[in-house]
């Protein structure tokens, strides 16, 4: 099937569209823009910066991606945005290019549904099966995991990392790394539970769903030190993976400043 682009859409002749790609009335599409196979834009797109989207994309009315970052020391570098496979953009969804300040990129990985006026800010790296609802705002410099959900209307702080898995309420403020597994909510966010639903609903083991409760009562609700809760968890025995992912991150965490690990490379 040939691209179609409707006769009010203007695309530059430099930019690269796959075959099948369909571009609607009164989009924009710069020079260095590449949209892979199957990818859909709806009406008034702007696609621009250098900006790479791959296969099967579904794009809805004002979505931008690919505009310069919203940083004061931004000086017109070539840096990118790169999205990957069947992801969702619904309405005026914003996706920033990055800065110079790490690798120049900001990624969005596969299969990700981001909802109405969802921002994703410079130098953010979002995983696979990210849900963003509708006007969640993510920071520049923020990191988050697989299969994780943020609900309506929270922010994320720059250089705050989302584990994965995990979930976020509706309006949260998230001043601090969000472990992986938990649900966490509040103003600042505070992990409240394991995030079971989600768990299960992604075939996790009993044993590895006991096993994050009883962490999270160690960790959150009697408060014993790490090392304390490792032994106990760990029975003298090699730890699930689940936990080692859990306390993998907590530790990268507290090694950083304020709650976030990432917040190192701000130091630097």
Known sequence: MATIIAHTAVVDPRAELDDEVRVGHHCVIGPNVKVGRGTRLENNVTLTGNSILGRNNHLFPGVVIGAEPQDLSYQGSPTQVIIGDGNVFRESVT???????????TAVGSNCYMMTCSHVAH??????????????????????????TLSGGCAVHHF??????????????????????MLVEGFP???RTVNVVALKRKNFSNEAIKALMEAYRLL????????????????????????QVLFDFIEDSQGGRHGRGRDRRKAA
């Open 95 to 105: 996706i920033n290019r990055a800065t110079e300040k790490e690798d120049g990129i």
């Open 123 to 148: 130098d953010c790296k979002v995983e696979d099966r990210v849900i963003m609802a509708n006007n969640v705002m993510l920071g520049g410099h923020v990191h988050v995991a697989h299969d994780a």
């Open 160 to 181: 705050a990392s989302i584990g994965c898995y995990s979930f976020v309420s509706g309006l949260s403020r998230v001043l601090h790394d969000v472990p992986p597994y």
């Open 189 to 191: 966010a505070r992990p």
């Open 220 to 243: 959150y609700r009697s408060r014993v030190g790490m090392e304390h809760a490792r032994d106990i968890l760990s029975g003298g025995k090699p730890m699930l993976p689940e936990l």
